[in-house]
T-cell receptor, first 112, second 113 residues
Framework: GAVVSQHPSWVICKSGTSVKIECRSL??????MFWYRQFPKQSLMLMAT?????????EQGVEKDKFLINHASLTLSTLTVTSAHPEDSSFYIC????????FGNGTRLTVT | DQQVKQNSPSLSVQEGRISILNCDYT??????FLWYKKYPAEGPTFLIS?????DKNEDGRFTVFLNKSAKHLSLHIVPSQPGDSAVYFC????????????FGPGTSLSVIP
């Protein structure tokens, strides 16, 4: 079946630094990928839709300058959390659609 | 405003018995509903789905029921197994947004051996 690989699985960074998270579709091409964020014991909240070759579409309330998304190829989307702060600590998950939405294993970001 | 609701944050069931997870939605534009299963520190895994033109879909031990008039769906797992212990997310898709899936808050299921 379709596989979405997300890297890294966890990262700890200092406040003020930037962190890049990669999302790859391993055996299919994905013109569209999605980035979610999950707070503890809460639902997955869609942050943005990543479109290959064009700008990402951000959900209301999500700062596009804070969460930079690049979808440079049909198999790779990246999310960069810029100038990270402790409140950005969360579980970030990407997904892409083959026959159904397939999710990566997520990235646990901790900002100290 | 939460469009997909799962009012039970947790559920405990004895192994071999039936697990029933409930979900309610408010947006009448939703036409496709999905259940995802999630283990800690992993991404959600697709489990089963149902289109709004159906009221039941079955796949092995998993059955999803849809009551459109009540805007309610449920996932039945029978018989429940310890490996079913996970968080289950109900999700819904709007007719005009094929990939934009809205998730509920999840129900944590514990199957007790």
């Amino acid at each position: 079946g379709a596989v979405v690989s997300q890297h890294p699985s966890w990262v700890i960074c200092k406040s003020g630094t930037s962190v890049k998270i990669e999302c790859r579709s391993l055996d299919f091409q994905a013109t569209t990928m999605f980035w979610y964020r999950q707070f503890p014991k809460q639902s997955l909240m869609l942050m943005a839709t990543s479109n290959e070759g064009s700008k990402a579409t951000y959900e209301q309330g999500v700062e596009k300058d804070k969460f930079l998304i690049n979808h440079a190829s049909l198999t790779l989307s990246t999310l960069t959390v810029t100038s990270a702060h402790p409140e950005d600590s969360s579980f970030y998950i990407c997904s892409a659609r083959d026959l159904v939405l397939t999710f990566g294993n997520g990235t646990r970001l901790t900002v100290t | 405003d939460q469009q997909v609701k799962q009012n039970s944050p947790s559920l405990s069931v004895q192994e071999g018995r039936i697990s029933i997870l409930n979900c309610d939605y408010t947006n009448s534009m939703f036409d496709y509903f999905l259940w995802y299963k999630k283990y800690p520190a992993e991404g959600p895994t697709f489990l089963i789905s149902i289109s709004s033109i159906k009221d039941k879909n079955e796949d092995g031990r998993f059955t999803v029921f849809l009551n459109k008039s009540a805007k309610h769906l449920s996932l039945h797992i029978v018989p429940s197994q310890p490996g079913d212990s996970a968080v289950y997310f109900c999700a819904a898709r709007r007719r005009t947004s094929y990939d934009k899936v809205i998730f509920g808050p999840g129900t944590s299921l514990s199957v007790i051996p």
